[in-house]
């Protein structure tokens, strides 16, 4: 498999859910005329072309798809091993949009549901369809999304598996580090006030598979089309069809895509009128306008303002010291290392780099998901360039090992591997096999689908009824008046 036809593919999976929330929360004519504008950018951007040498056999997908399927039993997903808190929320969504209607209608207060249901919208379909809620479905959608992403990872790094673990530890050195240091003085970890946090991508998959998984694929679109295909225009529609698989990656997209359109054509600005490239960005944008009134109906978060504003300040500094700026160090430590401070894409590094920095400093919701979520598009942007000059890196220097300054980076990919793996180690002990073979030494039960009527139900037993608030759609939106089914 190319890159060409693994960029149609990838597309096609982040439009197919746009496609369906077109048709299930919008009237009629908006649906129509959303659905074929989507259909038309697709075809439009169309690819035949070649860009990369690297080609996947069908040996190489089925290795990957392997690794997809066991990475997404491992995170949770299914309910065949270990499940973290969150997975209240994941399964009660995912239940909610099987049992109901569309759009939802919260029941208890007549209020529509406003939240990003992209990752379980092609699911909940086919469960639809089933007359019963299949776990299997969610699993093999989600292994789907996990093997394009894994794909591209092998594609830029010309099929190194050394690298692909290097990508999935990237980050959670200032975590490890933080830990170490409270039990060299004797103090036990404890969960800080809220998250100010880089977290590898192996660990995000136990806590938010369904907005990782896109990020993964949107960021790999885009570094194909900006550093190959010379043409970031074209990821444009990636970028918008991400915003209903999450709010706070898309919005960190869409920043992220302006700076790359203007590097691409800053030597020529006239460029940008070309009728191509105007397009390719003013016809998803348009598209995205009734999902724009949509998500602008939602409550407002529950918590949100600089980090420094709220107490206790002493602590949350201490934790942004090991879980930010340790980590910024370490990162911009392997750049420095491969050389790309100095590559042609420096530039770009750099941005990634400050604008990382820039969203740390404020906190949206109870955990500052903020942060959490839109750190990972560009965490795992500067991944790949990282990936693909380590890549070649590690070729040219075929005793690289030997190397001092490789002892840094394995040190770094072995400390980033370390929770994760613990992650991996309990989802091992604790499943569905485990459990049947050994009933009197595992306890696993995974969490319920259908414990509640509805998600906002879920959300005031299990979390708050402020954090469960943040699912309403307002009563008399734009949305709910002039464009709700």
């Known amino acids: 498999m190319r890159t060409t036809v693994l960029r149609n593919i990838s597309l096609g999976y982040l439009l197919l859910p746009n496609i369906i929330f077109s048709l299930g929360w919008f009237r009629l004519p908006v649906s129509i005329c959303l659905v074929i504008g989507l259909i038309f950018m697709f075809v439009k951007g169309y690819e035949r072309r070649k860009d990369l040498d690297t080609v996947l056999t069908t040996k190489?997908?089925?290795?990957?798809?392997?690794?997809?399927?066991?990475?997404?039993?491992?995170?949770?997903?299914?309910?065949?091993?270990?499940?973290?808190?969150?997975?209240?929320?994941?399964?009660?969504?995912?239940?909610?949009?099987y049992n109901q209607s569309w759009p939802i209608l919260f029941k208890g207060n007549g209020q529509y549901a406003c939240h990003y249901f992209g990752f379980f919208l092609v699911p909940a379909l086919i469960s639809k369809g089933l007359g019963e809620l299949s776990g299997i479905a969610l699993y093999l959608w989600a292994a789907i999304g996990l093997c394009l992403g894994i794909c591209w990872i092998f594609i830029f790094t010309g099929k190194s598996y050394l690298s692909f673990v290097f990508f999935l530890s990237l980050g959670g050195v200032g975590h490890v580090s933080k830990v170490i240091l409270l039990h060299a003085i004797g103090l036990n970890y404890h969960v800080p006030p809220f998250f100010t946090e880089i977290w590898p991508v192996l660990y995000q998959t136990q806590w938010a598979p369904n907005q990782l998984i896109p990020v993964i694929i949107v960021s790999c679109i885009l570094f194909n089309d900006f550093s190959y295909s010379k043409r970031p225009e074209n990821s444009f529609l990636a970028v918008i069809a991400v915003f209903i698989w999450g709010i706070f990656p898309s919005i960190i997209f869409v920043f992220i895509f302006s700076v790359l359109l203007f590097v691409r054509y800053r030597s020529n600005l006239r460029a940008l009128l070309a009728p191509r490239v105007m397009l390719n960005v003013i016809l998803p944008s348009l598209l995205f306008i009734p999902t724009f009134f949509y998500f602008l109906a939602g409550s407002s978060s529950v918590v949100m303002g600089f980090i420094w504003q709220f107490n206790p300040l002493n602590e949350i500094a201490f934790h942004y010291f090991f879980g930010v700026v340790v980590d910024l160090a370490v990162l911009y430590g392997i750049v420095m290392i491969l050389g790309l401070h100095k590559s042609e894409y420096r530039n770009v590094i750099h941005f990634l780099f400050v604008i990382l920095i820039l969203i740390s400093f404020v906190r949206m919701g109870k955990w500052n998901d903020w942060f959490l979520r839109g750190s990972t598009p560009i965490l795992t942007l500067l991944s790949l360039f990282i990936l693909q000059r380590f890549s070649a890196w590690i070729r040219e220097r075929p005793d690289w090992y030997m190397m001092k300054m490789a002892f840094p980076v394995l040190v770094i990919l072995v400390m980033g591997l370390i929770v994760p793996v613990s992650h991996i180690t309990r989802a091992l002990r604790q499943n569905i096999l485990t459990q049947t073979?050994?009933?009197?030494?595992?306890?696993?039960?995974?969490?319920?689908?259908?414990?509640?009527?509805?998600?906002?139900?879920?959300?005031?037993?299990?979390?708050?009824?402020?954090?469960?608030?943040?699912?309403?759609?307002?009563?008399?939106?734009?949305?709910?008046?002039?464009?709700?089914?």
């Open 60 to 97: 190489d997908i089925i290795r990957i798809s392997v690794i997809s399927l066991l990475i997404v039993a491992f995170s949770g997903i299914g309910g065949f091993c270990f499940q973290a808190f969150d997975y209240w929320a994941h399964n009660s969504k995912y239940y909610t949009l």
């Open 437 to 485: 073979l050994f009933p009197d030494q595992v306890q696993f039960s995974p969490y319920p689908y259908n414990k509640f009527e509805d998600f906002y139900q879920m959300g005031k037993s299990v979390y708050s009824e402020q954090e469960a608030n943040q699912f309403l759609g307002r009563k008399g939106s734009f949305y709910e008046i002039y464009l709700s089914r």
